[in-house]
């Protein structure tokens, strides 16, 4: 099983849609848990991290699930801007990182 | 804001050679990282580094590989006779500290090509 594992895509979706995505960690050690967004060929760039409570960040929710071992992040009101990978990374000791799900926001 | 800046944002090297990549890690920061990408794949990592030794690493860093903190404000990654699946972009990354809830900034990466 993978450490880190994310439904590769690609996502397709008019703007202003709202968009889903999933991850699972094998490590139930993990401690922190984090979505960067990636451009194509340039660093990974935090998004947001995601806390037990469940926390938002403007258009951005993420979701944490300890028991399952499931993250989400959930994207409304896509905006053209927001076409990347969306990489989930666990951390625990070090950072793992997910293969990324890639979405494609079109006008 | 801050940054992690990074040298050469394009390496080309033949193989066999020998190569250091360059970082300037957040000023205050204390933890740093280096991580790997090959094209199409997922970012993995390759070590931690503090107080001048090596905290972590992981099973792709083996004796081919080396870092260093030769001064107060450069961290370096030196690979030793490059093979060709070398090839990759390498990101280094720093923390202030090394609490499990802080996220890593990353540098904008420098782009290794093996010939």
């Given at each position: ?20 995505f999933n991850c699972t960690y094998s490590n139930s ?79 | ?93 720093s923390t202030p500290g090394r609490g499990s809830n ?14």
């Open positions: 099983r993978k450490e880190v594992e994310q439904d590769p895509g690609p996502f397709n979706v008019p703007e202003g849609a709202t968009v889903a050690a993990s401690q922190s848990f984090f979505w960067y967004r990636q451009d194509c060929r340039k660093e990974p760039k935090l998004l947001m991290s995601v806390y037990s409570s469940g926390n938002e960040d403007g258009r951005f929710t993420a979701q944490l699930n300890r028991a399952s071992q499931y993250i989400s992040l959930l994207i409304r009101d896509s905006k053209l801007s927001d076409s990347a990978t969306y990489l989930c990374v666990v951390k625990g000791p070090d950072m793992r990182f997910g293969a990324g799900t890639r979405l494609t926001v079109k006008p | 804001e801050p940054e992690v800046t990074q040298t050469p944002s394009h390496q080309v090297t033949q193989m066999g050679q020998e190569v250091i990549l360059r970082c300037v890690p957040i000023s205050n920061h204390l933890y740093f990282y280096w991580y790997r990408q090959i094209l199409g794949q997922k970012v993995e990592f390759l070590v931690s580094f503090y107080n001048n030794e090596i905290s972590e690493k992981s099973e792709i860093f083996d004796d081919q590989f080396s870092v260093e903190r030769p001064d107060g404000s450069n961290f370096t990654l030196k690979i030793r006779s490059t093979k060709l699946e070398d090839s990759a972009m390498y990101f280094c990354a802080q996220p890593q900034h990353f540098g904008d990466g420098t782009r290794l090509s093996i010939l």
